[in-house]
């Protein structure tokens, strides 16, 4: 077909291009000192994005599926112990949505999402409270699920509060009613994917949440259980020094870029008004 072209999905490329020496910079610092893990970077970008999001704690790990499997694990030894099985997630999703649940060794149970925006919805949650060990809902395309509506459905058909993990790999940058996305369950985690709007040259992902204990048993389960010498087992899943200085400089340019996602989003709504239908929030 002549005439056409193909528009890439995402522009890493594009993006390296305008920080390219500030990139190459921070990797030479990183390199130069011989410390590559677990050194004043990672701690850094922690802090940075535990701020940003309103956190107490903020722990990077190897992706956001490590992230969404960390979580699961922590909130139900904090909170049943193996005494439930089932995780509530939404029907539609990227499939590590459903393959963390499963490795985390619990049962998924789907809920129906609203045709319109995607995300769970909240009046078809299909089994009863006291079988759920976690709600696990997922963010997409900037919007976020009713966090009111989700704590008033939990406080009315369950006696036992039941954990909230919120999957906001879209939704870094957005806001709920004044609160931002990574602030909303009791564990929230991220993406530093190369297609998210905070992305890595590679993977990447973030725990956020502020229960001391979730913390401690998140950090033990990146790093083969020595957070807390060694008392429960754990796997290797950590981000590199480079890789979180380079994160550190993107950070800095986060809000500028997101103006920017949001004029050209504006400008791709009034054009194609009247041909194809957009949702304009």
């Known amino acids: 077909m002549t005439g056409t072209k193909k528009i890439p999905f995402f522009g890493v490329d594009r993006q390296y291009t305008n920080i390219r020496e500030e990139i190459l910079d921070t990797i030479d610092l990183v390199y130069s000192s011989g410390q590559v893990l677990d050194g004043t970077y990672t701690k850094n970008f922690e802090r940075t994005v535990a701020k940003m999001t309103e956190r107490r704690y903020a722990c990077a790990v190897g992706s956001c599926t490590q992230a969404l499997i960390f979580s699961l694990r922590a909130v139900d030894n904090e909170y049943f112990r193996g005494q439930r099985n089932k995780v509530l997630i939404p029907a539609q999703s990227f499939v590590a949505t459903l393959n963390t649940v499963i490795e985390a060794g619990f049962d998924p149970v789907f809920c129906d999402v609203d045709a319109q925006t995607g995300l769970i919805d909240i009046n078809k949650i299909p089994v009863q409270a006291n079988e759920i060990a976690a709600i696990m809902y997922v963010n997409l ?141």
């Open 141 to 281: 395309f900037g919007n976020i699920v009713d966090q009111e509506r989700l704590i008033s459905w939990m406080e009315v058909f369950s006696e036992e509060k039941i954990p909230v993990i919120e999957d906001a790999a879209q939704s870094l940058g957005a806001y709920y009613r004044g609160v931002p996305s990574g602030k909303l369950g009791d564990v929230s985690c991220l993406s530093f994917d190369p297609t998210k709007n905070l992305n890595n040259y590679g993977s990447g992902g973030m725990i956020l949440t502020d229960d001391p204990s979730i913390w401690e048993l998140v950090n033990d389960y990146r790093d083969n259980g020595k957070f807390n010498e060694h008392i429960q087992s754990g796997t290797n899943s950590k981000m590199s020094e480079a890789d979180c200085a380079q994160m550190l400089i993107k950070l800095k340019y986060f809000d500028s870029w997101q103006q920017r996602r949001k004029d050209i989003a504006e400008y791709y709504t009034e054009e194609l008004d009247g041909w194809v239908g957009i949702r304009s929030e």
